[in-house]
């Protein structure tokens, strides 16, 4: 199947400063990416859909200031927690799809603490 | 390496029961969750297992077996919405979460 390739696996950063995660489509062009959260022993929580040159839409309950969502190419999307609190902490997850393609295709996930 | 096997397509009958294994060979283990995925949707939690045993959620089931790696997703009373793929994933030590490639299951009437 296709590869979606998200870095950095783990990160660990300071209350107060800004964490970009990447997550890029390696062998297929990713029209719509998706980027989830997950808390331990919860399921995935979906933040919000991108589709490559539009803006993010947002699921209710996301500050879209504070999580803000690029999607400027059609293999890469980038998800930057803004001025990072403890509570940001948690496992967050990309996939993405195509136009084409029905499926979507998950990455292996970050690892964010925010410390 | 770390893998999750489970049934590349599957066919069932409305109103039946059908059974999704999914086997796991994963660097430590905290979790196997199963999800439901309609075309062109995202995907969405079906059910969450840590323990041993059957966990029973409607007309969904699932079951994990930690000393087998080895954990199934039971459907009854099939219905036509119920084809979608279902997607196994395990969250090893790290609690990275470790997918497998999906089971699209098609209903026919």
């Known amino acids: 199947g296709a590869v979606v390739s998200q870095h950095p696996s783990r990160v660990i950063c300071k209350s107060g400063t800004s964490v970009k995660i990447e997550c890029r489509s390696l062998?297929?062009?990713?029209?719509?990416m998706f980027w989830y959260r997950q808390f331990p022993k919860q399921s995935l929580m979906l933040m919000a859909t991108?589709?490559?040159?539009?803006?993010?839409?947002?699921e209710q309950g996301v500050e879209k200031d504070k999580f803000l969502i690029n999607h400027a190419s059609l293999t890469l999307s980038t998800l930057t927690v803004t001025s990072a609190h403890p509570e940001d902490s948690s496992f967050y997850i990309c996939?993405?799809?195509?136009?084409?393609?029905?499926?979507?295709?998950f990455g292996q996930g970050t690892r964010l603490t925010v410390v | 390496g770390q893998n999750i096997d489970q049934p590349t397509e599957m066919t069932a009958t409305e109103g039946a029961i059908v059974q999704i294994n999914c086997t796991y060979q994963?660097?430590?283990?905290?979790?196997l969750f199963w999800y439901q995925q309609h075309a062109g949707e995202a995907p969405t939690f079906l059910s969450y297992?840590?323990l041993d045993g059957l966990e029973e959620k409607g007309r969904f089931s699932s079951f994990l077996s930690r000393s087998k790696g080895y954990s199934y997703l039971l459907l009854k009373e099939l219905q036509m919405k119920d084809s979608a793929s279902y997607l196994c994933a395990v969250t090893d030590s790290n609690y990275q979460l470790i997918w497998g490639a999906g089971t699209k299951l098609i209903i026919k009437p």
């Open positions: 994963t660097s430590g283990f905290n979790g």
């Open positions: 991108s589709n490559e040159g539009s803006k993010a839409t947002y």
């Open positions: 062998d297929f062009q990713a029209t719509t």
């Open positions: 297992n840590v």
């Open positions: 996939s993405a799809r195509t136009t084409s393609d029905t499926e979507a295709f």
